[in-house]
T-cell receptor, first 112, second 115 residues
Framework: SQQGEEDPQALSIQEGENATMNCSYK?????LQWYRQNSGRGLVHLIL?????REKHSGRLRVTLDTSKKSSSLLITASRAADTASYFC????????????FGKGTRLSVIA | DSGVTQTPKHLITATGQRVTLRCSPR?????VYWYQQSLDQGLQFLIQ???????AKGNILERFSAQQFPDLHSELNLSSLELGDSALYFC??????????????FGEGSRLTVL
């Protein structure tokens, strides 16, 4: 399966702490994206990192990509209770006409 | 607000029935994607349309079908429903054709419950 896998499956931290989520995938990619989903709602795009990029920042978000290890990480700094959500990585595989493949997500709980 | 509209938001029906889910993509987006989200399977890609034509097919059952109309809205038809079809069905749109997929914009989903 091309599906990415997020690690950990669930993460609980205190407000103000940093949260790190990891994603591993199996085949080469064009890009990797991170999405956020509040419970029962639609997914919201957070950031896209291309295969030739190693790091990208957006506000309190920092994404890294290591194509040699086929892995990515999402760091949320100075977390807030409002960051509580599920976070998914999605991979755009370099294997033809294949849309985004989503992992099963990391459930982040930020406790105030 | 992503600009993607899905109806209905909630649907409760019985086994063996047929339902139609509707999606209107963001203005200007030519690609529409359907995903199924269930607790045990995560987010599974079903099918993609680009400007009215099927572009990619994922884990879509034969009991399911979809189409994209000239005005670019899309419908997902689910027939002979089974209990296991209960899930959140998401529609997403993008400007891309599918190769080198960019950002997807998701609707709020249609929650289907089959009793």
């Amino acid at each position: 399966s091309q599906q990415g896998e997020e690690d950990p499956q669930a993460l609980s931290i205190q407000e103000g702490e940093n949260a790190t989520m990891n994603c591993s995938y199996k085949t080469s990619i064009n890009n990797l994206q991170w999405y956020r989903q509040n419970s029962g709602r639609g997914l919201v795009h957070l950031i896209l990192i291309r295969s030739n990029e190693r790091e990208k920042h957006s506000g309190r978000l920092r994404v890294t990509l290591d194509t040699s290890k086929k892995s990515s990480s999402l760091l949320i700094t100075a977390s807030r209770a409002a960051d509580t959500a599920s976070y998914f990585c999605a991979t755009d595989h370099d294997s033809g006409n294949t849309p985004l493949v989503f992992g099963k997500g990391t459930r982040l709980s930020v406790i105030a | 607000d992503s600009g993607v509209t899905q109806t209905p938001k909630h649907l409760i029906t019985a086994t063996g029935q047929r339902v139609t889910l509707r999606c209107s993509p963001r203005s200007g987006d030519l690609s529409v994607y359907w995903y199924q989200q269930s607790l045990d399977q995560g987010l599974q890609f079903l099918i993609q349309y680009y400007n009215g034509e099927e572009r990619a097919k994922g884990n879509i059952l034969e009991r399911f079908s979809a189409q994209q109309f000239p005005d670019l809205h899309s419908e997902l038809n689910l027939s002979s429903l089974e209990l296991g079809d209960s899930a959140l069905y998401f529609c997403a749109s993008s400007v891309a054709q599918g190769i080198g997929t960019g950002e997807l914009f998701f609707g709020e989903g249609s929650r289907l419950t089959v009793l």
